[in-house]
């Protein structure tokens, strides 16, 4: 079979309209408003197709029948779109073996399909019949980490941040990040000989970059950048030509412009941090009436007393994102930096072209570049939002797109897969299992030990000096050994420095006081030889106060630190007193009621199987 058919010369037009001008020139025959000669000049559709139609004949599909019906192609549809949801997509030879262990399953034999296995052909065929409903599309990596963000920590940290941004203005909302311009300025389709293997480009380039802090309003103010060289000194000339004014924040507040400072690493630690506060956000938002909210990394390097005392001062709210969710909840990575690098690309390339024998950007041209790279995106216009820059546009749409402002928590939430029983959406069990296990893995034997105690935040919610007042001795201590050593740990490696909420555990001893309702953490034994012991938390639901039974209803953990549990239908077991290993406090009850969950205080040490 030809993989691209070409029509034979002189054969007629097969088809050549949608079903939507074809649907539409019936209902005009049918209300009478046009003839049938006159709907087929209109809609330029052929007088004997449009009559055929119109009189109900040749409903059906044209060409041959598809090897399966429109229900299994349509189940086919949603498990590809179900796989997609949960990070683990399909490529056209998944599509392939997937339809192949289908075919197998239900005993049937394609006499077209080699070995049951469909060709590449009909695979594409596929997607054309589908491809409203799904399509191929270049896809963006992420780690496990942040794939873990379950729907659960995002929920609670919107109703934190609600309650946070109650009554505050746009102007008054910012986020910052950091990030960096590399020296490289990427590849791109350029035209050579057909046939030619190892196509290349005579181009000076090199893996350094440059680390910079970016900090933007929803209202659509972007604030002069924060540049941090790597390098033991400062010099003038790194500092000369940089951005100052237009495009950026051009109020007496900024009249300075950018801010330069370096580090021996040439990323931001926590005097950097504190110097940009002081001398980049300090300035613009004191000027600002009214409650300010400022959201940011968790990262350790953002947080110290004096930043945070600041804040207090001015009525500014520090508020942490949500951990390994930047990718979902960070305006300025959502919505401002891809366009940022990709002018920075374009002006790397016009000036690495300009100045062949330089082979690294000077430090001294790189704040200039930075301006001159911020004014031409800037200048992109958009033919359905004119009135806007190009910088407020895509600021604007960042915060949109993160929920924040307007404040609408389903734009993020719609990224995330959905946790259902419903078995209509879920074509089996085994797929879900699947997918489950690659999307949350348990944790594994290797962890690395906390090495000192974290600060009590929650994402979503202001911080306040009381956060570090209620550390202890040891963690001010090494806390300013860290500060007088320098010791600066990278900020990139986010499982040390990120801040945790966590309470010590609160178990109770079991008795013969158990109630109807009470929590429980009940030991299972199991395995082939019952010599694997299992713990599971469960809720009692009747008890036998002569024989000291119980009746436990069977719940599981939603997420790795197993603090969220939800009850499975139909998992009702007997257990003795001797099974019952805690009594668990009340936990707090999250979702709607079709969806409900329990949130414990502490991790429960459970042992699923």
């Not at 980049?280 to 005392?309: Q, R």
């Not at 296990?437 to 919610?461: A, D, F, S, W």
Request: hydrophobic share 35%; charged share 25%.
């Amino acid at each position: 079979m030809a993989r691209n058919p070409k029509k034979k010369l002189g054969s007629r037009p097969y088809a050549n309209y949608t079903d939507a001008s074809l649907n539409e020139a019936i209902l005009e025959i049918a209300e009478g408003n046009l003839t049938i000669i006159s709907a087929s000049k209109k809609f330029k559709i052929p007088y004997g197709t449009l009559y055929n139609k119109y009189h109900g004949q040749h409903t059906k599909v044209f060409g041959a029948p598809t090897v399966f019906t429109q229900a299994e192609e349509l189940a086919f549809v949603k498990s590809f779109v179900k796989c997609g949801q949960w990070g683990y997509p399909l490529d056209l030879q998944d599509i392939r073996f997937f339809v192949k262990a289908y075919v197998d399953q239900v005993g049937r034999k394609v006499d077209r399909f080699v070995d049951n296995i469909p060709g590449n052909d009909w695979a594409r065929s596929f997607l054309k019949r589908h491809v409203k409903d799904i399509g191929q599309r270049f896809a963006s990596n992420i780690t496990r980490s942040r794939s873990e963000v379950s729907r659960l920590t995002i929920e609670e940290y919107f109703n934190n941040l609600n309650t946070t941004l109650s009554n505050v203005l746009p102007s008054n909302i910012f986020n910052f990040d950091e990030t960096n311009l590399s020296d490289d300025p990427g590849k791109k389709k350029y035209l050579f000989s057909r046939g030619i293997k190892y196509p290349e480009r005579i181009i000076n380039h090199s893996k350094s970059a440059t680390s910079m802090m970016f900090c933007c309003s929803a209202s659509g103010v972007l604030l002069p950048p924060y540049f941090i060289y790597r390098g033991e000194c400062m010099w003038d000339t790194w500092t000369e030509n940089g951005p100052k004014g237009y495009p950026c924040c051009n109020e007496s507040c900024c009249r300075f412009g950018s801010a330069y400072n370096r580090t021996k690493h040439g990323w931001i630690d926590t005097p950097t941090f504190a110097d940009w506060f002081k001398k980049s956000f300090l300035p613009h938002a004191k000027k600002l009436p009214g409650k300010k909210v400022i959201l940011g990394d968790n990262l350790a390097s953002h947080f110290n007393i004096e930043v945070i005392s600041l804040c207090e001062e001015n009525d500014i709210s520090f508020v942490c994102l949500p951990k390994n969710a930047t990718h979902l909840c960070q305006p300025l990575d959502v919505g401002v930096f891809r366009a940022l690098k990709e002018a920075w690309r374009n002006k790397l390339t016009q000036y690495k072209l300009a100045h062949p024998s330089c082979k690294v950007v000077p430090k001294s041209e790189f704040a200039s570049l930075v301006k001159i790279t911020l004014e031409k995106m800037d200048s992109i216009s958009d033919l359905n939002n004119e009135e806007e820059s190009g910088i407020k546009r895509v600021i604007l749409k960042g915060f949109e797109a993160t929920g924040i402002y307007p404040f609408n928590p389903q734009k993020v939430l719609e990224k995330l897969p959905y946790d259902t029983n419903n078995v209509q959406e879920i074509v089996n069990d085994t797929l879900v299992a699947y997918l489950n296990e690659k999307r949350y893995p348990t944790q594994g034997l290797v962890g690395r030990p906390r090495k000192r105690t974290r600060l009590n935040i929650v994402p979503g919610e202001s911080i306040t000096a009381r956060h570090f007042n209620e550390e202890d001795s040891e963690t001010d201590n090494e806390t300013d050994n860290l500060v007088d050593d320098n010791i600066v740990e990278d900020p990139v490696s986010d499982n040390e420095n990120v801040f945790n909420t966590e309470e010590p555990p609160n178990y109770l001893v079991p008795n013969e006081n158990i109630k109807i309702g009470s929590y429980v953490l009940v030991k299972v034994v199991s395995g082939r030889r019952k010599a694997t012991e299992f713990k599971y938390v469960a809720k009692v639901i009747e008890l036998n106060a002569e024989e000291m039974s119980f009746e436990l209803l069977g719940m599981k953990s939603m997420d790795t630190s197993h603090q969220v549990f939800k009850t499975v239908d139909n998992d009702i077991f007997t257990a003795q007193l001797d099974d019952i290993l805690a009594v668990l406090p009340e936990p707090n009850t999250l979702g709607t009621k079709e969806r409900k969950r329990y949130k414990f205080n502490f991790s429960i040490d459970v042992y699923e199987g």
